[in-house]
């Protein structure tokens, strides 16, 4: 679906149902360079089952135009816009990676929209190997095969796509690189997560069910970090999934549909 | 600092398979099955509306299959493959895929001969017209685009004439027509060359040659680049147009980079149904184990054949990307740098007859016909593989009477040569053959 937000072309998959502002609203938000892509394997369900899906593109990213955001502050307050833009009240927020520090940011500016927050892969800082960030800031592509090989655990070097056919590693290398100058999406992507000092004021001051899914073979954001962040977020959740990299949504696509179809059930129902 | 994932020799033998999650079972078990228990109602409604990934019936996938999809995927550089019952089955696959009815295809001239007859004469039932191109001839291929033209399709080295088809810059005009580009890669594996890396956009080979190296099995596979933007025009509805088969899904829109696969297997598969045995899946899978191996010796045993045959008396001319004097060596060096294969094509002086006479008189060469196995073959182009062909169709694609086709096997060099001898000195005495 295409909408404006603050006057920009902006598009998110609604998972393959027809947007429907009356329907609870969930909003899924992609890491790094990424897209609402990386999303299909979680989106698709929830919206055949009653709820209205918005997985999104940052501006920049993936079929949105615009400018990527500079920093995670401008992300979070630009997802509460979203809300606006598509004439609801309310959202429950899903991030894997970046897009944590985003939905955290976003339920701390906005906390009477927000009603759950997920965290996949997840940390309190994000701070960038300094090389890497610089490989993305000139569009080396090495970035990509870096963030690759450090975003996948072993389904990911090996294989085993939960759909068969794919091939995890190129997959995420063909969405980073989706757009030709990665220096602007990865590049600023990375830079802001690395500036980003606020996560772990923002989780403080969360309060309402969130979810944290973790992976243990998580070499972005390591599994004890993704732990030091549940523990400031008051009454968080917590799940590891074993045997699992940071990109789990993909990675074990069905334990994570699981564990977010449980918590989603619990907090955030569908109205009778 | 530099990325550890894995190299080839390593993908080769481990890609798409960890024994953890098979019962420790270090080799790829045969899952000789057909169909997988749902969960429950929700799970098998999320696995028919593609909302969650798995196996359902193996007509669309079967565990076996998907490691080696996802092997030839890792080794091709893509991002999403499907395995077929045959070489053939995947082609037709990804044209029913790309082209609708009134629909158009630039192709290159210089095909496996099956090929040829499904772009000539078979597609054409389904409304689906193709031009043919040589593929030397690099404007040719941007002069037949039509408004209607969905893809560019060719043999990077062609079969059997071994003249090859510019890829690079054939990727450059298919990406100013907004058309992809696809690569029937049989000949060369991922080994020689990997064309996603050239501009393709599409791979398929028949896994039943080199990959396979066995000759056991029949395997095709559709390899996916994830290259290519089919919302860029609209001239691809099925990719981006609402698909009533699963509630207006959008390929594009919600797979990106792996939405040609997605679309070849969920309606190609599902409604055509050529799926690959697992039995078979799993001889491939055997063979590329030891891809980069042969591959090595496959060339340089070739090496020493255009050697051997470029100086043999009863040799009239000898076509190999490596030979002196061929037109394309440069191109070949430049996108094929460890070797240009092992097919070669040889005139035989005294014509068909004499061709004949060779063929029949070698022992250890096998006259059949296929390529690509581990063992030497032959055979005579104009009298087997491109024999429904009339005069004019086989001089345009590049055939002659008295070229005999030579796919150079893993056996002792010496061992060819001598065997070869023999032919050659049969070949010099007159014999009776049949002249149609
Ligand atoms: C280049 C090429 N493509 C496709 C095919 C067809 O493959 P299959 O025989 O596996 O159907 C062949 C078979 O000889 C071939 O040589």
New interface residues.
């Given amino acids: 679906m295409r909408f404006k937000v603050r006057g920009i072309d902006t598009f998110a998959s609604t998972g393959g149902r027809p947007f429907d502002k009356n329907k609870p609203l969930m909003i899924f938000v992609h890491g790094s360079g990424l897209s609402h892509m990386v999303w299909v394997l979680q989106t698709r369900y929830f919206a055949f089952r009653g709820y209205s899906i918005l997985a999104i593109d940052l501006p920049g990213h993936g079929l949105s135009s615009g400018e990527s955001l500079k920093t995670i502050e401008e992300m979070g307050d630009w997802v509460g816009d979203v809300i606006d833009a598509v004439g609801c009240k309310e959202a429950s927020l899903v991030g894997h990676s970046q897009g944590c520090l985003v939905t955290m940011e976003c339920a701390k500016q906005h906390p009477e929209k927000i009603k759950t927050l997920t965290l996949m892969g997840g940390a309190g800082a994000i701070p960038l190997n300094p090389e890497l960030l610089e490989l993305a800031e000139t569009s080396n592509t090495k970035a990509v095969d870096l963030m690759m090989d450090w975003a996948h655990g072993p389904a990911g070097h090996f294989g085993g796509h939960p759909v068969p056919g794919l091939y995890h590693l190129n997959v995420g290398s063909m969405l980073v690189q989706e757009k030709k100058e990665i220096k602007d999406t990865l590049g600023v992507d990375f830079r802001a997560c690395d500036n980003y000092k606020n996560g772990f004021e923002a989780a403080k001051k969360l309060d309402l069910p969130t979810l944290c899914i973790l992976g243990d073979a998580d070499k972005m954001c390591p599994l004890k970090e993704g732990k030091k962040l549940a523990d400031h977020i008051k009454g968080s959740e917590v799940h590891v999934i074993n045997n699992c990299g940071h990109m789990m949504l993909l990675e074990e696509a069905d334990q994570t549909l699981e564990i977010l179809k449980s918590f989603i059930g619990k907090h955030y129902p569908l109205k009778k | 600092?530099?990325?550890?994932?894995?190299k080839f020799d390593t993908l080769s033998l481990?890609?798409?398979?960890?024994p953890?999650?098979n019962a420790g079972s270090r080799q790829v078990p045969i899952y000789q099955t057909t169909s997988y228990m749902f969960d429950d109602v929700d799970h098998a409604?999320?696995l028919f509306?593609?909302?969650?990934?798995?196996?359902i019936y193996s007509r669309?996938?079967?565990p076996t299959?998907?490691?080696l999809?996802?092997?030839v995927?890792?080794l091709e550089?893509?991002?999403?493959?499907?395995?077929t019952a045959s070489g053939m089955s995947a082609i037709f696959l990804t044209i029913m895929t790309l082209c609708n009815a009134g629909d158009h295809m630039v192709v290159s001239s210089q095909l496996y001969g099956g090929t040829v007859n499904l772009f000539r004469l078979t597609l054409p039932k389904f409304g689906i017209k193709t031009t043919f191109v040589k593929p030397r001839d690099t404007e040719g291929f941007k002069k037949a685009i039509q408004p209607n033209t969905k893809g560019i399709f060719g043999e990077l080295v062609g079969n059997p004439g071994n003249e090859l088809m510019n890829m690079p810059e054939v990727s450059k005009i298919a990406k100013d027509a907004g058309i992809p580009l696809i690569i029937d890669s049989t000949y060369q594996t991922p080994y020689l060359c990997r064309p996603f890396e050239h501009g393709a956009d599409l791979v398929v080979h028949s896994l039943t040659k080199w990959m396979s190296g066995n000759g056991s099995s029949m395997a095709g596979i559709l390899v996916e680049?994830?290259?290519f933007n089919w919302?860029q025009n609209d001239k691809f509805p099925n990719m981006t147009e609402p698909y009533e088969g699963?509630?207006?899904?959008s390929f594009a829109?919600?797979?990106?980079?792996?939405a040609f696969?997605?679309m070849a297997?969920a309606e190609g598969m599902r409604d055509m149904g050529p799926c690959l045995a697992p039995q078979n899946a799993w001889n491939i899978l055997h063979g590329i184990e030891t891809l980069s191996l042969r591959m090595e010796k496959h060339c340089s045993n070739a090496l020493k054949m255009v050697e051997y045959l470029s100086n043999h008396e009863s040799v009239a001319w000898v076509s190999h990307a490596s030979a002196p004097g061929h037109p394309d060596k440069e191109l070949a060096e430049k996108i094929l740098p460890k070797g240009t294969g092992s097919m070669i094509a040889f005139g035989i002086k005294g014509g068909k007859e004499a061709g004949a006479a060779f063929i029949d008189n070698v022992k250890l060469a096998s006259h059949l016909a296929n390529v690509g196995d581990a063992r030497t073959l032959v055979i005579h182009p104009a009298s087997a593989t491109h024999s429904q062909m009339d005069e004019a169709t086989l001089k345009f694609a590049g055939l002659s009477h008295d070229m005999i086709r030579l796919s150079v096997g893993l056996e002792d060099f010496e061992d060819i040569v001598n065997d070869f001898e023999n032919g050659f000195r049969a070949a010099k005495k007159p014999r009776l053959v049949a002249n149609k």
């Fill in positions: 600092m530099d990325p550890k994932t894995y481990h890609a798409g398979y960890q953890s999650k409604a999320a509306n593609l909302e969650r990934g798995g196996h669309m996938s079967n299959v998907q490691v999809e996802e092997r995927c890792a550089g893509g991002t999403a493959a499907l395995a680049g994830g290259t919302m699963y509630h207006g899904l829109e919600e797979f990106g980079p792996t696969t997605m297997r």
